[in-house]
């Protein structure tokens, strides 16, 4: 099954509450895109020419941290958390042609917050869908918690996440795999145990994203040894966003 679709606030939250997620199209103008992509193509990840995903671009360049606090993103992040949430974590991957993608998981096996306390937004910088990395998840995972995962044995692939197929996440019987069709800059927010993967990119084009994950403001979480993450206070950058 591939979904793509738009949503009013008030449906798109009550997906999100019943489904696990839900994708709000055309919520970054394709100009901020595609500035994102061309201060990314700046990094030394894509200038040494390996691509591998860079942790935390705010750090790097300001673009991303006005992505990170769009005010259209964090109002949804604020209704879906019920409270004023800070940022967690950005990252860019390039997505280049070929790359595997996630196994499934759900983020908030990394984060380990209250699930009502934290959830992530995929944000498309181009066309995205089944061809060319996109993403696959199970409606009604989030319902059910942390799920069992068990260990993979494909080791780290150039280009991708180091974290991307350790382990997989355990999908119970009775729950169907949906495709997850993303115009560019459409926005996929995801519950904190939304059971979720990618594909591998079978384009020859590069699939661009951004990963921003926000917490409620004061919540736990784990900083994890790779991602390093810390609580982020937001405020609002409106020009050039939409």
Request: charged share 15%; net charge negative.
């Amino acid at each position: 099954m591939v979904v793509s679709f738009s949503k009013e606030p008030g449906q798109a939250l009550a997906q999100f509450n019943d489904s696990g997620y839900f994708v709000a199209p055309n919520m970054l103008s394709v100009d901020f895109c595609d500035s994102l992509i061309a201060a990314a193509r700046r990094f030394s990840n894509a200038v040494e020419g390996h691509f591998h995903p860079v942790m935390h671009p705010h750090l790097l360049d300001p673009l991303f941290m006005k992505a990170l606090s769009h005010p259209g993103i964090v109002r949804v992040m604020n209704s879906v958390l019920r409270g004023k949430v800070d940022g967690l974590q950005t990252e860019f991957f390039y997505g280049r042609p070929g790359v595997t993608g996630f196994a499934p998981h759900q983020d908030n096996f990394f984060v380990e917050a209250e699930s009502s306390t934290f959830a992530s937004a995929w944000v498309a910088l181009t066309d995205v869908g089944t061809h060319n990395g996109g993403l696959y998840g199970f409606p009604g995972t989030h319902a059910l918690g942390r799920l069992p995962v068990r260990r993979l044995e494909r080791g780290p692939v150039e280009g991708q996440d180091p974290n991307a197929n350790n382990e997989e996440t355990v999908i119970p019987d009775g729950f169907a795999s949906i495709d997850i069709i993303a115009p560019k800059g459409s926005v996929i927010f995801l519950h904190a145990y939304f059971a979720h993967g990618s594909h591998v990119n079978a384009s020859s084009d590069f699939r661009y994203a951004l990963l921003c994950t926000y917490i409620r403001e004061g919540a736990h979480y784990r900083s994890g040894r790779y991602a390093k993450r810390t609580a982020i206070p937001l405020t609002f950058a409106q020009d050039g966003l939409s």
